[in-house]
């Protein structure tokens, strides 16, 4: 049986594994490596020269059994030719563009990036000499063909968009942007490889946050790229001249969460949607931003280009309640208040769009942002009814 006839669930439980080569020990041991021994000088000159050493590593940092393991199960999930790992999701982003960034050149990024990204992008990459620009997530492959330049070097997108959810016609921009010669980066830590097929999207470049939903628990911090060649060789080879590298008892967890990733997302994807349609119904929320949710504005790009989604979404309180959003947050007991998504507990947080867009966003009210995890979407459900009608309280004896 060819492995690629099989569902992306069925090779993720074995992606990544060579018990035969382990003494029949399923998961890949955890090496802890910097210096990596040569049983003689020829072998120690060309360790970083594959082709001319009998052994497979050089140095800890640029590669092990264990690091090796998880780069190939994302290559292997993503159907791309390589991954290479790095300390943390950012680091993914800002390797991807620092490997693009050129004097004199041009970049386009989606107006609704990673914030992190996107601080990177408007007070680091211009000291190259690089002109960033932002266009409208929403924008179109035409009007995206008119804003790119002889000296464009890269296309950053980001779907759904980072706390307001918009989605591109991915097929559509990439199409036009391959027309042009231009790589398109995509940040897919809200999907993963089983929500979208970045490949069949016509992506070249994928980043994800390897900290969020394949680790899984809230305990780790990573970054992946992946992509086809040559364009891989040039992203690793940029990975390693910044000495990227994570530990190994990281990728060990990373690993680990990466085979039960699929069983985790359906349940953060099924429970988001129980508890967006809870929200809806609610006299204070102006509107939900769930893209699986059939009055989402961008619906149909998601019914035709992912397969599953995540648990993360965000609700936007109306105008004028102005204690409303603190007295709502911290009266929530299952919902901690913190960064990052994708672990195992749920998650609120306000947004701050206005500090992360050049656009304008038309914002009536305050934006939430929950992260979904595994607890039951009922009980869920009714820890926000509970912080809701304390809202509702509080709200209604500061009128009095």
Known sequence: MDK??????????HAGLNPWENEGIPNIPVYHASTILKKNNQDAKNSDNKAGSSGKYGYGRTGTPTSNALEEA??????????????????????????????????????SVY???????????????????????????????????????????????????????LPSLTSVARDFGVP??????????????????????????????????SDLMMGAIVANEPLFGQVQNEARQLGQCAGPDDIYLAMRGLHTLHLRLDR?????????????????????????LPDHPDHEIFKRDFKTGAGLFAF???AGESIGPDILIDHL?????????????SLVQEAQVENHRSLEYPSEGTLIRLAIGA?????????????FNEMRRETSLEAR
């Open 4 to 13: 690629h006839d099989l569902s992306i669930e069925t090779r993720l439980a």
């Open 74 to 111: 994302l290559a292997e999930i993503y159907g791309m030719d390589g991954a290479v790992i790095t300390s943390s999701g950012l680091s993914a982003l800002t390797t991807v563009i620092l490997t693009f960034a050129k004097q004199n050149g041009h970049m386009l990024v989606s107006d």
């Open 115 to 169: 914030s992190s990204g996107r601080r990177y992008l408007t007070e680091t990459v211009p000291r190259f000499g690089v002109e960033v620009e932002f266009f409208n997530p929403r924008i179109s492959g035409t009007d995206l063909a008119k804003l790119i330049k002889s000296n464009t070097t890269l296309i950053h997108l980001e779907t759904p968009g980072s706390l307001t959810f918009e989605l591109h016609d």
């Open 184 to 217: 398109t980066l995509l940040d897919n830590t809200w999907a993963t490889a089983l929500g979208l097929d970045c490949s069949e999207m016509g992506v070249d470049i994928v980043a994800e946050a390897i900290t969020k939903y394949v680790g899984g628990h």
């Open 268 to 292: 953060s994807m099924n429970s988001s949607i129980i508890v967006a349609n809870w929200l809806k119904q609610q006299p204070e929320v102006l509107q939900v931003f769930h893209p699986a």
């Open 316 to 318: 936007q309180l109306s």
């Open 333 to 345: 007991k299952l919902f901690g208040k913190g960064a990052s998504w994708g672990g195992f507990e």
């Open 375 to 387: 607890e039951d979407p009922n009980d869920l459900v009714q820890d926000l009814a509970d912080g």
